[in-house]
């Protein structure tokens, strides 16, 4: 408060991590509504022309009983924006009349209904340069490091989430340097060695002398979707959030901050999908107009044609005019242009996927236990540091993944860490929805009020026939599918189960 006091406003360039903030001012009589750089924590907004509501969740602006009222509570366009991505992108929320403050802007709210917004922070402001490997990974490691340390900062007990990846062990090698006792970490593994890397982390855990914990869980976590997505307030067709909740619950009988690797992937160029995208002939030689839509499509869920296809005639009117493209992604794009092409997809993947999905997973699994998660790689020295470094630092044209980050990191965690075979922290979704859990599935979708206004029946079942049949793997679209039902059933018709 007193640095509000010295300095007003512009105090929150000062600030480092995670934050949503509201201050009233007096002076000024006026209220600030603030959030922090990239979108870890979250921010909404509610105004309906007579009241300002605000709050760190959707719920809070309405009693149970009343959410469900009718229809007219949803956001069909959102809606929309969420066939897309698989997520709703801010500022858009499920919710009609709530929009989610953006990461990195302020708003400002005065008794006159007067509404000012503003972006304190624009990860775009930076410039590729040039580095030698040494130089690099000097201020890398060093920025990690100090990154890491100033979120050792606690009077609780704390921890690390380790899977063994890259990202993690290499927090928790960071992590050793600067605490006397051993770093506590969890890892929840699975009997099916296809989704299991306990082995990874227990690897990092015996290199750094950690305080290992280690789970086996129930593989099938279905049951616990609607739970997760309670916590949501909003549709994710991402499973990981499952496994994640299940190891934010392991780590809260212990500690109650946790360090994760969270960001590394989408700075360093660290999914498969940068791989095979840059891996086509054409990818840095396209007319920047063909290339952020052929990379728009390449990560796309639903394509515009076939969001189309799926809808009813009255929804399709509706929305056929609404561009996922237009709306939510080619103004990152605008903005990233002097970057250079591997950056560019990283930056929309930055303001898009990072804040609209995968920050949402640690932060509201882990708060839903009283965890908190901090994020050494958002930290905005290490976020800008990424995006001063070119594009081939990060994505060799060999198609190595976080290619220089893991030779930096190499020396702290060891070549068989550093370039083991990245493994997705996720769970066989498509396998049940084919085997054991297929009748659910359709059980769910078939009874969806939501999904019966919005779809037409006939292709929802084509799409289950195939996939149960093997025909076609629509596990993704399914799974999106599946959490619309589930969080309509939920939160807008108040269903506990």
């Not at 015996?206 to 593989?219: I, K, S």
């Not at 969270?262 to 095979?276: H, I, P, R, S, V």
């Not at 997973?361 to 930290?379: Q, W």
């Not at 068989?416 to 769970?427: E, S």
Request: net charge negative; hydrophobic share 45%.
């Amino acid at each position: 408060m007193r640095l509000y006091e010295r300095e007003g406003i512009a105090c929150l360039r000062r600030l480092n991590g995670m934050f949503a903030i509201a201050i009233d001012d007096a002076h000024e009589d006026a209220l600030y509504l603030a959030r922090d750089r990239i979108g870890v924590k979250p921010l909404y907004v509610k105004d309906d022309g007579q009241h300002l509501l605000f709050a760190s969740e959707i719920k809070a602006f309405w009693p149970p009983s009343l959410i469900g009222q009718s229809q007219s509570a949803i956001d069909f366009e959102a809606i929309h924006h969420y066939l897309t991505f698989n997520y709703i992108p801010a500022p858009w929320t499920a919710y009609q009349g709530v929009r989610h403050l953006m990461p990195g802007t302020w708003m400002k709210f005065t008794r006159s209904a007067q509404v000012q917004t503003q972006r304190w922070w624009c990860l775009a402001d930076q410039r590729e340069q040039d580095y030698s490997f040494a130089a690099w990974a000097e201020e890398f490691m060093a920025t990690l490091d100090d990154a890491t340390r100033i979120r050792l900062r606690a009077d609780v007990p704390f921890g690390a989430f380790l899977s063994g990846g890259v990202d993690s062990s290499t927090i928790v090698g960071l992590m050793a340097r600067h605490v006397q006792q051993p770093v506590k970490t969890f890892c929840i593994g699975f009997a099916d060695p296809r989704y299991d890397e306990s082995v990874f982390a227990q690897q990092a855990a015996d290199r750094f002398g950690c305080q290992h914990t280690l789970e086996v869980a129930e593989l099938n976590m279905l049951a616990r979707w609607p739970q997760v997505l309670h916590h949501l307030d909003q549709p994710h067709g991402d499973a990981s959030f499952m496994p994640t909740l299940r190891v934010s619950e392991l780590a809260a009988k212990h500690v109650k901050v946790v360090l994760t690797g969270d960001g590394g992937d989408e700075l360093f160029a660290g999914y498969d999908k940068y791989a095979a995208f840059f891996a086509r002939p054409d990818a840095l030689t396209l007319p920047q107009t063909d290339f952020e839509r052929r990379y728009f499509d390449s990560i796309s869920l639903f394509s515009p044609v076939a969001k189309l296809a799926l809808y009813q005639p009255e929804v399709r009117r509706r929305l056929e005019g609404i561009d996922s493209f237009t709306e939510a992604a080619k103004p990152w794009f605008d903005e990233a242009q002097h970057f250079d092409r591997i950056n560019q997809a990283l930056y929309l993947d930055m303001q898009l996927l990072l804040c609209g999905n995968n920050l949402v997973k640690p932060d509201r699994m882990g708060m839903a236990v009283s965890i908190e998660a901090r994020t050494p790689f958002l930290d905005w020295r290490m976020m800008e540091l990424a995006f001063r470094s070119r594009g081939m630092t990060k994505l060799s044209a060999a198609g190595d993944k976080k290619h220089w980050f893991k030779k930096a990191a190499a020396p702290l965690i060891g070549a068989d860490l550093a370039y083991r075979k990245k493994q997705m922290f996720t769970v066989p979704v498509g396998d049940w929805f084919r085997g054991e859990s297929y009748l659910w599935l359709c059980d769910l979708l078939h009874k969806s009020e939501l999904l019966a206004h919005m779809f037409i029946g006939p292709e929802v079942d084509l799409m289950l026939k195939k996939h149960h049949a093997g025909d076609a793997n629509f596990t993704r679209e399914l799974r999106a599918l599946a959490a619309l039902a589930l969080w309509h059933s939920r939160m807008l018709q108040g269903d506990s189960q």
